[in-house]
């Protein structure tokens, strides 16, 4: 693609009033053009969710396949009005306890309210409310609702910070909006209500977890596809593709913990004779335990939130590095947010995983 100039605008994370550069980036969306901001969640590569040209213009600088739809973010509940026939009361429900938050709703589309390369020509349409005072304020200034996948080349870890932005898109987009950190550290939870209302499906784990949403709506049965399944039959057009993945081969190691250390030192001896560059991705409390070319910490003993925040950039620290050969120990718990840990890890991992 041309080569374009990417502008950068630094604001505050709680812009909260129209600050001036809001105003002109939300209007470069207006007019068709791409650009990067802060969520909650992970930064978001934004375009105008009606405007064909610019929606491609999303897929094109991140390498993404055109059959992986796109979440449209919205600012209020009158934008929500104008994308979706209909929202059933379980998600009514959701909508109350978590919006603004890290919530994705996939409903049934008004047709034409949005490009259809936003759906991938599906029926439904997948969307969320972020709670980052720059990314609402973006959205009011762009006076309409916002297409934004992540702002990663397609295959990257999700970015976490603007620099990481800039790593995979300068270049390639119009602009960044540089709010300073995301929050949650991973994406947001999609899920599907069905069976009229009685179901709630989670069609990717999250930054709401799954126990938030039996506590928001009780009575209603939530399940969680399993990665088998998910293999077989890909609900969320996006879990079949190879995400997250550093270059390195990552293996995740699981056991007790000694044993999981006695295991990983050895390999890290046999890697070094065959000449491999080695990292190990670990808790703060474990990163002595190791010698590597890059010993990466992410996330704490019982700390999955801290885990959460920390996970992207923690990847992208061994690509920088030239890591070859990575495992990854302390990650088993699929508690809360955990489980968004674990299914990333999973997905960067290629699904190797090693019980010792
Ligand atoms: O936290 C987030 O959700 C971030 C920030 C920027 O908001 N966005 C994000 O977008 O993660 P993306 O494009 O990387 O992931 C969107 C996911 C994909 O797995 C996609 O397949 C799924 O949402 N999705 C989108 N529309 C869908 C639909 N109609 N039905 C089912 N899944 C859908
Ligand atoms: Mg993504």
């Not at 449209?72 to 938050?101: C, K, N, Y």
């Not at 910070?161 to 939870?189: F, K, M, Q, Y």
């Not at 270059?247 to 000449?275: C, D, H």
């Not at 890059?294 to 590095?321: I, K, P, S, T």
């Amino acid at each position: 693609m041309k080569r374009m100039n990417t502008t950068i605008w630094k604001v505050q994370s709680d812009a909260s009033s129209a600050h001036p550069f809001l105003t002109e980036a939300g209007s470069w969306i207006a007019r068709g053009r791409t650009v990067a901001f802060p969520t909650e969640t992970v930064y978001g590569l934004g375009a105008d969710a009606g405007n064909t040209a610019a929606v491609e213009a999303i897929f094109e600088a991140k390498g993404r396949p055109s059959d992986n739809p796109l979440i449209v973010h919205i600012a209020d509940e009158e934008q929500l009005d104008a994308l979706v026939r209909h929202v059933d009361d379980t998600s009514r429900q959701l909508m109350r306890a978590f919006w603004p938050g890290p919530l994705t709703l996939v409903l049934p589309a008004k047709p034409g309210a949005v490009s259809p390369r936003v759906t991938a020509g599906l029926s439904t349409v997948a969307v969320r409310m972020p709670a980052h005072p720059v990314a609402l304020e973006l959205i009011r200034a762009a006076g309409c609702p916002v297409a934004a996948p992540s702002a990663n080349r397609s295959g990257r870890p999700s970015p976490t910070l603007a620099s990481h932005v800039r790593d995979d898109l300068d270049g390639r987009i119009g602009g960044i909006v540089d709010g300073g950190p995301a929050g949650v550290g991973v994406e947001s939870t999609v899920v599907a209500v069905e069976a009229g209302g009685s179901r709630i499906r989670v069609l990717r784990p999250g930054g709401v977890t799954v126990a938030d949403m039996r506590h928001a709506a009780p009575g209603v049965e939530v399940t969680v596809e399993t990665a088998a399944e998910e293999a077989l039959a890909p609900r969320s057009p996006g879990m079949k593709y190879t995400h997250y993945a550093p270059q390195g081969k990552l293996t995740l190691v699981q056991g007790e913990p000694g044993e999981v250390a006695a295991y990983i030192r050895r390999l890290l001896a046999e890697a070094k004779q065959s000449g491999e560059r080695t990292g190990v991705l670990t808790t703060a409390e474990r990163t002595e335990l190791y010698e590597a070319d890059r010993v990466v910490r992410c996330g704490h003993e019982d700390d999955m939130e801290a885990a959460a925040r920390e996970l992207y950039a923690a990847l992208r620290q061994f690509d920088e590095a030239g890591i070859t050969l990575i495992w990854a120990d302390g990650y088993t718990s699929s508690d809360g947010i955990g489980l968004a840990v674990m299914n990333r890890l999973n997905k960067a991992a290629g699904h190797r995983i090693v019980q010792v």
